[in-house]
């Protein structure tokens, strides 16, 4: 069963996909063109994508698929919206680069395993990603060799607005005051902001510059990749930047002389009743927020052992 695109605004269409995982679906946006239809985005590579996106698109000419970022639910069915369309697919070089860093390489579950056991996290924790990264690659089925989607160039009218922070190469599309949003703006619930290895050193440094870049674009209606359509795109920027704020008070004042793994500082954040892939995420946003206070000079990082742990500066 495949639901129909859903008209949200002048000559844009929203699809709305399945997700096994939270928050149960994934949205991609059509937008109409002179020739044609761009695709944004492709939901995740589930087994029947390419048969539920024949079935979406009938009667629709896509002329290119642009893909956001590189997060599975995201990228994951851009090989078969390809094949099914015969369109050009456009990435940002900074996000292919890490598509394929991640999916395309099959020493990557191990490196991050390693990387969490770093910041402390339970070996059983960590070693569950060993597992999971051989049970997702069939769902990621990204496109090989897209063209370069370059900040500010324009697809059918639409310019690429960067947007890092939720991922490194984050990629938006804005045209007369509409932001096609991706993960970088979402309501209600907030975009993750994670700390990975081979990603940009700050990521909530680069989010919440991306938040006030959103505020100063002023535009009337963000649509993103999961949840409701937003309103007013600045009011929610600003809503997300007291968040981190808060957030960010909440890491620091968590610190003191004792050091602390990105792992102990994650349960008191966001406490110990999680399921390993939510205490993983958990970890990574805890140290995006650690980094930033690193950054402003109000916590210190130590690496010793092969352990890394932060104290209060
Ligand atoms: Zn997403």
Known sequence: MTPAPEPVHDGVL?????????????????????????????????????ERWAETLTGLDVR??????????????????????????????????QCRLVWGNPEWPKRIAAWFLANGVPAAVANELLEVGFVYAPF??????????VPGQL?????????????????????DG?????????????????????SRPDPLGDYLDSLERTIELDARLALGGHGAAIEDPSERARELIE?????????????????????????????????????RFAVAETLSHLERLVLQGAAARADADGLVTYTAA
């Open 14 to 50: 929203r699809v709305t996909l399945p997700l096994p995982t939270r928050p149960g679906h994934v949205h991609a946006y059509l937008l109409e063109g002179d020739d044609g239809w761009t695709l944004v985005d492709t939901g995740l590579g589930l087994p029947d994508a390419g």
């Open 64 to 97: 290119r698929i642009v893909v956001t970022h590189m997060h599975p639910d995201h990228v994951g069915a851009a090989r078969d919206v390809r094949d099914l369309t015969g369109a050009e697919v456009l990435e940002g070089e900074v996000d292919y680069a």
């Open 140 to 149: 990621i089925r990204y496109a090989e060799e897209p063209a370069a989607l």
């Open 155 to 175: 697809v059918d009218g639409w310019e690429a607005v960067p947007m890092p922070g939720h991922s490194d190469g984050q990629i938006c599309l804005l045209k």
């Open 178 to 198: 509409v932001l096609i949003a991706a993960d970088h703006l979402l309501a209600p619930i907030s975009p993750a902001v994670g700390l990975y290895p081979e």
């Open 243 to 279: 968040h981190h704020r808060v957030r960010l008070a909440r890491t620091a004042a968590s610190l003191s002389d004792d050091p602390r793994s990105g792992y102990q500082v994650s349960l008191t954040l966001f406490g110990r009743d999680l399921k390993p892939a939510a205490q």
